[in-house]
Nanobody
Framework: QVQLVESGGGLVQGGGSLRLSCAAR????????MGWFRQAPGKEREFVAT????????SYADSVKGRFTIVRDNAKNTVYLQMNSLKPEDTAVYYC????????????WGQGTQVTVSS
């Protein structure tokens, strides 16, 4: 059974940091591109960051560029999102997603982890 399990969310003051983790089970992690998305209350889900299967290429939303870093550890089947200088507008449920590197579209999603940033 394919699963993505996020952890590391919580409540943090503005300017603080959090590190989200996403552990992948039941898939060949090293052939999947991985992404982080988020959804704030009343808003559509939006792209945050992505990393390719090898970890050699990353991309970020403009709103998080310079503050967030996505990395992966293929030996641990885990992708991380380091979030620094957090702002109240970063408050959202954060989702991890997987995309087979040979296909288009993210087809596997985690259950989400809540991140709340207080002002």
């Amino acid at each position: 059974q394919v699963q993505l399990v996020e952890s590391g969310g919580g409540l943090v003051q503005g300017g603080g940091s959090l590190r989200l983790s996403c552990a992948a089970r039941g898939l060949t992690f090293s052939i999947y591109d991985m992404g982080w998305f988020r959804q704030a209350p009343g808003k559509e889900r939006e792209f945050v960051a992505t990393i390719n299967w090898s970890g050699g290429s990353t991309s970020y939303a403009d709103s998080v560029k310079g503050r967030f870093t996505i990395v992966r550890d293929n030996a641990k089947n885990t992708v991380y999102l380091q979030m620094n200088s957090l702002k109240p507008e970063d408050t959202a449920v954060y989702y991890c997603a997987a995309k087979n590197a040979l296909r288009s579209g993210y087809d596997t999603w985690g259950q989400g982890t809540q991140v709340t940033v207080s002002s």
